[in-house]
């Protein structure tokens, strides 16, 4: 089945460092999502890819769509307290399935 | 403000209780989905409905039935709830299925409870 693997699984930052986190896949997807879920709340739509090499900006996040159509990252810059939750990415294959990453725990040292 | 809307946001029920979950979405999407998430886990797809058409995840267990009764309205029917029924389960929607925007678009959650 597909593969997509999500990495790292938890980041532990200071409050105004920069975050990465990247999402590949095993096959070709055409559209990358990015969702943050807050505890107790349904994931909430942040960046929405849809063209290999595509770079999408939304305020402080950045999310780009890898030009080989099997990878993805989001960058976080100047990380505040609210951007603590977790993070998914998920790709759309050519059978509009959408694939889930594992998530990425984002924590902010106090 | 168009949404998507989910009642209750909590839910309690006992060992094989039947328990329905309700879903609602002013946005006129033509597809809604049901998933099921577990602590620290992925969302996981159940079923969908685009429009009328419903169509079930291969691996989703029996024990789960939808209704879609009209465009705004879904309902997820857990017919003998199990303890390892316990989840958030999350609906979500989208205006299409396969055309170019197909973003889905999240309510908050039913935190269901198994006793």
């Known amino acids: 089945g597909q593969q997509l693997n999500q990495s790292p699984q938890s980041m532990f930052i200071q409050e105004g460092e920069d975050v990465s986190m990247n999402c590949t896949s095993s096959?070709?997807?055409?559209?990358w999502l990015w969702y943050k879920q807050d505890p107790g709340e349904g994931p909430v739509l942040l960046i929405a890819l849809y063209k290999a090499g595509e770079l999408t900006s939304n305020g402080r996040l950045t999310a780009q769509f890898g030009i080989t159509r099997k990878d993805s990252f989001l960058n976080i810059s100047a990380s505040i307290p609210s951007d603590v939750g977790i993070y998914f990415c998920?790709?759309?294959?050519?059978?509009?399935?959408?694939?889930w990453g594992a998530g990425t725990k984002l924590i902010i040292k106090p | 403000d168009a949404m998507v809307i989910q009642n209750p946001r909590y839910q309690v029920t006992q060992f094989g209780k039947p328990v329905t979950l309700s879903c609602s979405q002013t946005l006129n999407h033509n597809v809604m989905y049901w998933y099921q998430q577990k602590s620290s886990q992925a969302p996981k797809l159940l079923f969908h409905y685009y429009d009328k058409d419903f169509n079930n995840e291969a691996d989703t267990p029996d024990n789960f039935q939808s209704r879609r009764p009209n465009t705004s309205f879904c309902f997820l029917d857990i017919r003998s709830p199990g303890l390892g029924d316990a989840a958030m389960y999350l609906c979500?929607?989208?205006?299409?299925?396969?055309?170019?925007?197909?973003?889905?678009?999240f309510g908050p959650g039913t935190r269901l409870t198994v006793l």
């Open positions: 998920a790709g759309r294959d050519s059978n509009y399935q959408l694939i």
């Open positions: 979500a929607t989208s205006r299409d299925r396969s055309s170019g925007v197909n973003e889905q678009f």
């Open positions: 096959s070709i997807f055409n559209t």
